[in-house]
């Protein structure tokens, strides 16, 4: 039970990863989109591409949260007592960025909107960024059960390279689904600008793996061993051929299967450090089954999970599909209850 407890977290991961991450890079380049006139066209396309789910891909967090410590309270302690700063400020960044969104377009003034738009983008920045940090010292070996918080267990050189990797993959991940996009919405001037930065984001994702090779070797020897072997290798050989498929299909302008290839490679990559990992999920200290909570309490985890999936899986399948194929309607202004006020403009 607990081994397929933990395969179930590592999958809700890799969800999280690539629907949160498509969010994330959407709000990359919205900070880079340029000043109010430049970016006024890559911007409104971010709104309304993002306007149906954004929130809705919060609820793959959840599903790690509870199952992290439901199912393996102590490393919940562990990886929370450790690593608090990091996660804080993920947690701020999470929140903030879902308040500057959400305030953003219903806002009429200009200088409003630009405050609530700098809090959106520089937050799909930190929360990736952090989680990733998180992830690196995990994998690096630096948290064990009763490791105090240092600086040392997230600001290492596997932790900054894992959480660069994340801001790299979510910028990917959100320019290849903005091409579509584009494309649905009639933005034909948008396709070409998001195929470059999509392009530029996996050159960015390839250097940094690139750069990640000496540094994993030397400082989670552990993980790099389980990455160039086995069923790790063979996810990432995956994962690459994913990425390469991605770019090849922007190319040729299949911007549809294009979303596909592009979750697979995160998806996969994800999957890569489950197996590398395996069997700890605190590399080298603590394996799945020592980690793992009651049996009685993976049991009701379990069937709480099941039912989880045969409930919440379709209705999120289905809003996604209907997102895809452009069958969900934009709030309006007096759905929001926004209304022309003095001033508006300035």
């Known amino acids: 039970m607990a081994e397929f407890i933990a395969w179930v977290l590592v999958v809700v991961i ?22 109010a ?15 149906p789910v954004w929130e809705v891909n919060n609820v793959w967090l959840i599903f790690i949260l509870v199952i992290m410590w439901t199912g393996f309270p102590t490393v919940f302690q562990a990886v929370f007592s450790a690593m ?10 999470l929140v903030l960025r879902g308040a500057g969104f959400a305030l953003r377009k219903p806002t009429r003034r200009l200088a409003q909107r630009r405050v609530y738009g700098a809090v959106f983008a520089v937050s799909s920045l930190v929360t990736p960024f952090f989680l990733g940090a998180v992830l690196g010292g ?3 070996g630096r948290v064990e059960v009763g490791t105090t918080a240092s600086a040392d267990a997230w600001a290492n050189g596997t932790s900054v390279l894992v959480g660069l990797l994340a801001i790299a993959a979510t910028a990917f991940l959100g320019a290849v689904f903005l091409c ?38 030397d400082d989670a020897r552990y993980v790099w061993d389980g990455l ?26 299949s911007f549809g299967w294009s979303r596909y290839t592009s979750v697979a490679s ?24 020592e980690a793992a909570g009651a049996a009685h309490t993976l049991r009701w985890l379990m069937i709480v999970t099941g039912i989880a999936i045969v409930l919440v899986g379709p209705a999120l399948v289905l809003l996604y599909r209907l997102d895809t194929k452009g069958e969900l309607q934009e709030l309006t202004d007096a759905d929001t209850g926004a209304a022309g006020t003095p001033g508006d403009g300035l």
Do not use: K
């Not at 006139?37 to 306007?51: F, K, N, S, T, V």
């Not at 250097?207 to 000496?214: E, N, S, W, Y």
């Open 14 to 35: 890799a969800a999280y990863a690539c629907a949160g991450g498509t969010d994330y890079g959407a709000g990359f380049w919205d900070l880079l989109a340029g000043g």
């Open 37 to 51: 006139e430049r970016g006024r066209r890559p911007r409104w396309l971010i709104d309304h591409a993002m306007a």
């Open 84 to 93: 608090w700063l990091p996660l804080a400020l993920a947690a701020v960044g």
């Open 138 to 140: 995990v994998a690096s």
């Open 180 to 217: 579509s996009d584009a494309l649905r919405f009639g933005a034909d001037d948008l396709v070409d600008y998001f195929r470059l930065r999509a392009a530029l984001a996996f050159a960015a994702v390839v250097v940094l793996a690139l750069v990640g090779l000496p540094v994993t070797h």
């Open 228 to 253: 160039t072997g086995g069923m790790g290798l063979l996810l990432i050989i995956l994962a690459a051929v994913a990425g390469l498929a991605t770019v090849l299909l922007l190319w040729r302008r």
């Open 266 to 289: 995160v998806a996969l990559t994800v999957g890569a450090w489950g197996f590398a990992q395996r069997p700890y999920v605190l590399p080298t200290s603590l394996t799945v089954a």
